[in-house]
């Protein structure tokens, strides 16, 4: 037998234990060595890991190697990129974040994995404390060995799409001390002060509605991971312990975290207020205690009150126009609902002369000019005021005649309310017929309009009983999607099903139908196409089309392409151009992410997923998405519009660049916080420096209506920005131009690019008929 090199030593070999220095010997501690089996265990445990096919676990074992590092050795420094991960085995090792010890590891946990898959700076210092022994792997040897492109990478889960009953119990009376105990109660609550604005006149209101409830030693008032989470709490008297969910994040323990107690004049709960989504928490009374409470739609209403008294103010301004007057009440008001904030700097044309018109303007903020091209005199000057708005451009509501003047900002700034012509059509139907109509008929509002034309005769071609289920392409909470194959066209789609007991139970029947109501709205090259759809006894499917080239956020994580320029310009256009599709439709995403982003078999991009996604004239309200991916003003509950959609975009260009969302934290609440405090606070690593840097600050304007996109030029100011300098959108829209990367797709049938697991397939909810007949419409074919 021959000697072999030592491998306790690392490289540079200064802390191997018999200082073999690196020289070919045998080592005289065989007993070191850990046999594969032993690894295997620590490795088992790894969150990472767990995402590997079991038969690859052997390969991982031999990829790793014995490290030791001596009492104060430093491990990993924090800002420096990491490229190791490393399981201990024996010892123990301090957690620094800047110089600060926030933890200690012990044998079994684990730090870095994310070198494993990306460059990314080392969020925390690790030191050994005392003697240490470890299993190390690099992110080469991961690679090499092909074990990167065996994971398996679940999707980043959305919330806040479903609706369920909530009990919502009538106010409680309180006295002085009561109301000032809620009062501070609020004001001190960290996470709810920094995500969402309580003034006064709020807190006030959360006051009035909260109501009282005696809760017994004992009693789990929440419970980790349950699905009724619709209630803050604050302590009136008595105390609770929370005990806050496992966590496994790089640098810290993977540990659950130590319990904390809460108590009078305290609170919790308060993610509940935001959204829909489960605890990720227990709370238990630690004695006999008393709680005030409060409802997330009751506090929603309150974060949505000063947008109600803004929309009356609007309706003010409305009465003021003489072409709207033969508009009803109700119909001004929901055209005051509908009308956006828009803000231009100076010298920015608001309209041009001789452009068809196609909004109409209220100026609130700022003075313009009226300019009459050709005359040479200098134009009319009209200043615009908060609570006297000076209309212009109504023209274009009658028709799309050219305009009569230029506009141009005269002031620093200006600020306009804006509704154009097709969503003041989409709403109330065509001026001219509502002149027509007069006061006395009947309100619009009123009238079932379908508010896009869909081409029926496209549909019902495809019977689902012809259908062969050959894969499994992915899963969820709600179904599966599986690969399928027409029996008589031998044509391949995407079966999307989702079950009814599902949807159901968690509320979702209104979004279901509002998710097909837009998928047959689409129709872009860059959006996933929607072919049939069938109402089932247990499931309502989705005939969808095939993109077998992968999800991007897999494919990302697989291939490394985190950072790559090209790469990340390709699949960021290919969303400007399927927003601009969904937006002229009057279409909200509001769930981009790598995960919602498919390849088809040449390598283009696909956006699917349309389950949040919802036609939208104005300000819609509900919280919902991927909390990475959240926009502060859906955090504040304020309402939101399209403009939601270009901060997202920004988040995006972050990722792909990155490797990591801008805003990325452990809890979503660390998440909003980071999202309150803005953009400009976030570091840019230098491969995102420059132009993408410029251009993801200006998507992610916290203003919504100073986002890129939704300033005059509209989606042009993001074509034609620095970053995409020399980007030929022509090529790209008309799918001319070479892919960034071309997937491997033997056939129509090939699914290898899908890892999803019979395993994972959601548990069935038996569906019971309620006789509503929720359901009716879905189907295009049966
Ligand atoms: N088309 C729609 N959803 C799909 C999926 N999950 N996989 C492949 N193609 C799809």
Redesign the pocket.
């Known amino acids: 037998m021959g000697t072999t090199a030592c491998t306790v030593c690392r490289p540079k070999d200064a802390h191997c234990p018999v200082e073999c220095h690196g020289l070919k010997v045998e080592c005289p501690l065989p007993n070191l060595f850990d046999p594969t089996s032993q690894r295997l265990e620590f490795l088992s445990q790894v969150k990472l890991f767990q995402r590997l096919p079991q038969d690859q676990h052997q390969l991982l074992a031999s990829a790793c190697e014995d490290v030791y590092f001596q009492d104060g050795e430093v491990i990993m420094k924090q800002g420096d990129d990491g490229h190791e991960f490393f399981v201990i085995k024996e010892g123990e090792a301090e957690v620094l974040i800047s110089e600060k010890k926030m933890a200690v590891l012990k044998a079994g946990q684990y730090f870095g994995e994310n070198a494993l898959l990306r460059d990314e700076p080392r969020t925390a210092s690790i030191k050994a404390v005392g003697r240490l022994k470890a299993l190390r792997i690099s992110r080469t040897k991961f690679v090499e060995m092909g074990l990167r492109e065996k994971l398996d990478f679940p999707q980043r889960k959305a919330v806040g799409g479903q609706h369920h009953q909530v009990v919502v119990k009538a106010p409680t009376p309180k006295t002085e001390s009561e109301r000032q105990l809620i009062s501070n109660a609020l004001k001190k609550n960290q996470n709810l002060q920094s995500v969402v604005d309580l003034d006064m006149s709020r807190i006030k209101a959360i006051c009035d509605i909260a109501w009282r409830e005696e809760v017994p030693k004992g009693t789990k008032v929440i419970t980790e991971g349950d699905d009724n989470a619709d209630y803050f709490y604050i302590v009136q008297s008595g105390s609770f312990v929370v005990k806050l969910a496992a966590q496994s994040m790089e640098g810290k323990p993977n540990a659950a975290t130590p319990a904390s107690l809460i108590g009078p004049g305290e609170s919790f709960g308060e993610l509940a207020l935001l959204y829909f989504a489960p605890r990720a928490a227990t709370v238990q009374a630690s004695d006999d205690a008393s709680v005030w409470i409060i409802d997330r739609g009751n506090f929603k209403k309150i974060m949505a009150k000063s947008s109600d008294e803004k929309e009356t103010e609007y309706l003010k301004y409305l009465e003021k126009v003489d072409m709207l007057s033969p508009l009803k009440r109700d119909e001004k008001m929901a055209l005051a609902k509908c009308l956006t904030e828009v803000s231009f700097n100076k010298g920015e044309v608001i309209m041009k002369q001789g452009e068809p018109g196609d909004a109409f303007y209220l100026l609130v903020d700022g003075s313009v000019d009226f300019i009459k091209e050709g005359e040479n005199k200098p134009g009319t000057r009209y200043q615009g005021f908060q609570d006297k708005a000076k209309p212009f451009g109504e023209q274009a509501l009658l028709n799309n005649k050219p305009r009569a003047c230029t506009v141009r900002v005269a002031s620093q700034t200006a600020r306009a309310l804006m509704v154009d012509k097709q969503s003041f059509d989409m709403l109330l139907g065509p001026l001219e017929e509502l002149k027509k109509r007069g006061k006395s008929g009947k309100s619009k509002l009123q009238e079932e309009r379908q508010s896009t034309t869909i081409d029926s005769s496209r549909f019902g071609k495809i019977k689902r009983k012809d259908l062969k289920v050959l894969g499994l ?2 899963c969820g909470g709600f179904g599966a ?1 599986e ?1 399928v194959e027409h029996q008589g066209t031998k044509e391949t ?2 079966l ?1 099903a989702l079950s009814k007991g599902f949807i159901v139970k968690s509320g979702m029947q209104n979004s279901v139908m509002s998710e097909k109501k837009v998928q047959l709205m689409c129709d872009s090259p860059f959006i ?1 196409k929607v072919f049939e759809t069938f109402n089932g006894p247990e499931d309502l499917c989705f005939l ?5 080239g992968g ?1 991007l956020y897999a494919t990302y994580n697989k291939k490394g392409f985190f950072g790559k320029v090209g790469h990340a310009k390709f699949y960021a256009a290919g969303v400007v151009v399927a927003f601009d599709h969904l937006h002229s439709k009057k279409i909200v995403f509001r769930d981009l992410k790598p995960e919602n982003l ?1 390849l088809n078999e040449h390598g283009h991009v ?1 956006l ?2 349309m389950g949040l996604a919802k036609v939208t004239l104005g300000k819609t309200f509900t919280t919902c998405g991927t909390p990475d991916y959240f926009a502060p003003e859906l955090i504040a509950s304020s309402g939101h519009t399209l403009s939601v959609d270009w901060w997202t975009l920004g988040i995006l260009t972050y990722e792909l660049m990155c490797g990591f969302p801008p805003f990325e934290a452990d809890q979503p609440m660390e998440t909003y916080k980071k999202v309150k405090r803005g953009i400009g606070q976030v570091a840019f690593p230098p491969k995102c420096r420059g132009a993408a840097e410029d251009l993801i600050k200006k998507l992610c304007k916290a203003d919504p209506s100073q986002r890129l996109a939704m300033k005059s030029g509209g989606v042009a100011n993001i074509k034609e920005h620095e970053w995409y300098k020399d980007f030929e959108w022509q090529a790209f829209e008309s799918l001319k131009m070479e892919v960034p990367y071309q997937p491997q797709v033997k056939s129509k049938t090939d ?1 290898a690019n ?1 890892s999803a697991r019979d395993a994972d397939r959601p548990p069935q909810v038996k569906y019971k008929d309620d006789g509503s007949c929720w359901d009716k419409d879905f189907a295009t074919s049966d």
């Open positions: 392409l992915g999607v690969l789609y995407a999307k996933v969808l089309e095939l993109a077998l999800e498919l696909k699917t997923d699914f899908f």
